[in-house]
């Protein structure tokens, strides 16, 4: 909030500023309305997730864009405003966004491809090591990217939107508790004649895991359940029963060739991927539960 605050160069673009509370217990409602008293509060009764809290926002906004900021992300002074200029100038783009960094400005992945088959036989660093062109969003990693590039999808910690496209589209989906509702809304948006576009001229820091913080391995068992609700909602019963079947043999896999070959064990972090195998091998043997994410994590606090 006080990056916004301190974006002078922002201030006569903002209509209203919207704050959406997921039911926090750590006292950001007293913080928003003290610290904060220009700003729209909105607190819901539970976590509702990501989705269904972006609409809620989207609902109380008047403004002709709408900028959704995750939580953990800072404005840079005068940045902002350039992308509102370029969405401003091109009525074709319904959705932009910006390159988001390290806070010492290292370039993050700011955008990325929609979920596929491919991808699920052939890793996609691969795809992007002999297809640089064609799959550039690693380019966007290694150093910051200057031209303009429409893509399939943004990374959605920073995104603006015209809201009438938005209204258009009927929102977020809200079966999307966690990931890849950004994902779904620009497949949408396309499919529509928009254009999703990311543009590197504008800068955001983001505290990238922050949010999903701790919990990184019920946070990955709630991306397969985002994953697994996209590819049945984008595409037909046999693909997305062999996309299924794939995922699930190579998470078998992982955890037949490291029971094999403990060794990689020793180390912290293959302790823990192995920890997220296992607890996605039981997930598909139960049939693939929606509550065994991080609604798990929520409703055991």
């Not at 960094?101 to 660093?125: C, H, K, N």
């Not at 620009?186 to 895991?209: D, E, Y």
Request: proline fraction near 4%; charge should be positive.
């Amino acid at each position: 909030m006080d990056s916004v605050r301190h974006d002078e160069s922002l201030q006569p673009c903002i209509k209203e500023i919207i704050v959406v509370d997921n039911a926090s217990i750590d006292g950001t409602g007293d913080l928003v309305t003290h610290k904060f008293p220009e700003v729209v509060y909105i607190r819901n009764d539970r976590n509702i997730g990501f989705a269904a809290a972006a609409n809620v926002g989207m609902s109380s906004a008047s403004a002709e864009f709408i900028l959704f900021l995750n939580s953990d992300t800072l404005l840079i002074e005068g940045e902002i405003v350039k992308m509102l200029g370029y969405m401003e100038e091109n009525k074709d783009v319904g959705i932009c966004g910006p390159q988001l960094v390290y806070p010492d400005m290292r370039p993050q992945r700011s955008f990325a491809y929609t979920p596929a088959l491919l991808f699920e036989i052939i890793p996609g660093s691969f795809l992007e090591f002999v297809f640089p062109k064609k799959y550039p969003a690693k380019r966007s990693t290694l150093y910051a990217l200057r031209a303009t590039l429409e893509v399939d999808s943004l990374i959605g910690a920073a995104i603006m939107v015209r809201k009438e496209v938005l209204e258009r589209l009927g929102g977020f989906d809200e079966r999307f508790f966690f990931f890849l509702e950004e994902t779904d809304v620009c497949v949408r948006a396309r499919h529509n004649g928009q254009k999703v576009m990311f543009f590197p001229g504008t800068k955001v820091i983001h505290h990238q895991g922050k949010t999903v913080g701790k919990n990184w391995v019920q946070g990955r068992i709630e991306y397969n359940i985002s994953l697994y609700k996209f590819i049945r909602k984008h595409h037909a019963f046999t693909y997305s029963t062999l996309f299924e079947a794939i995922r699930l043999f190579k998470s078998l896999l992982f955890l037949i060739i490291f029971s094999i070959v403990p060794i990689p064990l020793v180390n912290k972090r293959m302790r823990r991927r192995y920890i997220y195998y296992f607890k996605l091998l039981l997930w598909h043997l139960k049939e693939c539960p929606d509550n065994a994410g991080l609604r798990s994590e929520l409703s055991s606090c």
